[in-house]
């Protein structure tokens, strides 16, 4: 089993910053895509930004040049640093990984809980 923890999640204002960060831990052989995605109220769930193992990212266009994804591999982990946070950044933020797990060598995809991030204007 794989557990997926985000956290720093919170309320900012407008123009300000925050940093998302989530870790995975239990069974895992290898961590292969890692990323974040938001869901606002009454939307559908949206891709914000993507890793591979390699660091090859992909953003959102309505994040592109104020939001970074980074990810530590030794740490099993993945980070978003989020600027100039805007109020329709407002969402549900839940990071997501390709892993295959150590267990049955079977690769899956997993989910965590989310985190709220509330940007007031």
């Known amino acids: 089993q794989v557990q997926l923890v985000e956290s720093g999640g919170g309320l900012v204002q407008s123009g300000g910053s925050l940093r998302l960060s989530c870790a995975a831990s239990?069974?895992?052989?290898?961590?292969?895509?890692m990323g974040w995605h938001r869901q606002a109220p009454g939307k559908q769930r949206e891709l914000v930004a993507s890793?591979?193992?390699?660091?090859?990212?992909n953003y959102a266009e309505s994040v592109k040049g104020r939001f970074t994804i980074s990810r530590d591999n030794a740490k099993n982990t993945v980070y978003l640093q989020m600027n100039s946070l805007k109020p329709e950044d407002t969402a549900v933020y839940y990071c997501?990984?390709?892993?295959?797990?150590?267990?049955?060598?079977?690769?899956?995809?997993?989910w965590g809980q989310g985190t709220q991030v509330t940007v007031s204007s």
């Open positions: 239990g069974s895992i052989l290898r961590i292969y895509f």
């Open positions: 997501n990984a390709d892993v295959r797990t150590s267990t049955d060598f079977r690769r899956r995809d997993y």
């Open positions: 890793t591979t193992s390699g660091g090859t990212t």
